[in-house]
């Protein structure tokens, strides 16, 4: 699903951010 990819890359930015 597209929908996966682009929802998978937006999350692991935020947890990059976050740490």
């Known amino acids: ?3 996966l990819q682009l929802i ?3 999350l692991i ?3 990059m ?3």
Do not use: D, R, T, Y
């Open 8 to 10: 998978i890359p937006k």
């Open 1 to 3: 699903m597209i929908v």
């Open 17 to 19: 951010k976050n740490s």
């Open 13 to 15: 930015l935020k947890q």
